[in-house]
């Protein structure tokens, strides 16, 4: 059963770099496209990404400027980084796997971790 | 992007009642040459993740209860819970995964009447 944990920091500042991994255990990282997904407090999901082992990626169109996503097959990591962060990024980021090859719904995802962006 | 556009925004429903939730897509999801549908459903409980019910529009993942299906094509697509458990509050969310940027519904809220 393969499990998703999100780390990072809580707390980041205005026009800062946010930074976020995401270890997966329980199976191999090569088997699923990674995801990172967001959803401001009481508001809706919105995809941000996805990667594959193989280094292919997908953005989100709206925040495709300001996104890099990253995988460390080593580690079994992901990483988000998302530049130039304003009120608005402030959200619960979760991690979540997708099967790829069309079948693109996301299961599991992780427990999430809610970053605010405040000086 | 494909906008998913739920309704209600929010139910309330009796105990044993049925649920029903509304998704439309502002395009087809529906894929010719394999004939699914490439949607999916969504319950994120409070202060959880969000919890894969149903994919390819029709399709139950593995434990979750009978109770809940999904039917639709196209553009138009149901999430029905046929007999309302206390354990079903929650929001539903409808996801396409259809086109190269996946996009939700903005969510439905279920509660207890």
């Known amino acids: 059963q393969v499990q998703l944990q999100e780390s990072g920091p809580g707390l980041v500042k205005p026009s800062e770099t946010l930074s976020l991994t995401c270890t997966v255990s329980?199976?191999?990282?090569?088997?699923?496209?990674w995801n990172w997904i967001r959803q401001p407090p009481g508001k809706g999901l919105e995809w941000i990404a996805y990667?594959?082992?193989?280094?292919?990626?997908n953005y989100n169109p709206s925040l495709k400027s300001r996104v890099t996503i990253s995988l460390d097959t080593s580690k079994n990591q992901s990483s988000l980084r998302l530049t130039s962060v304003t009120a608005a990024d402030t959200a619960v980021y979760y991690c979540?796997?997708?099967?790829?090859?069309?079948?693109?719904?996301?299961?599991?995802w992780g427990q999430g971790t809610l970053v605010t962006v405040s000086s | 992007d494909i906008v998913m556009t739920q309704s209600p925004d929010s139910l309330a429903v009796s105990l044993g009642e049925r649920a029903t939730i509304n998704c439309k897509s502002s395009?087809?999801?529906?894929?010719?040459?394999?004939?699914?549908?490439?949607l999916a459903w969504y319950q994120q409980k409070a202060g959880q993740p969000p919890k894969l019910l149903i994919y390819?529009?029709?399709t139950r993942e593995s434990g979750v209860p009978d109770r809940f299906s999904g039917s639709g094509s196209g553009t138009d697509f149901t999430l029905t819970i046929s007999s309302l458990q206390t354990e079903d509050v929650a929001v539903y969310y409808c996801?396409?995964?259809?086109?190269?940027?996946?996009?939700f519904g903005q969510g439905t809220k279920v509660e207890i009447k």
């Open positions: 395009q087809s999801v529906l894929y010719r040459s394999d004939k699914k549908n490439y």
């Open positions: 329980g199976g191999s990282i090569k088997n699923y496209y």
């Open positions: 390819w529009a029709s």
């Open positions: 990667i594959f082992h193989t280094g292919n990626t």
């Open positions: 979540a796997a997708a099967l790829g090859y069309g079948s693109n719904w996301f299961d599991p």
């Open positions: 996801q396409q995964y259809y086109s190269t940027s996946w996009t």
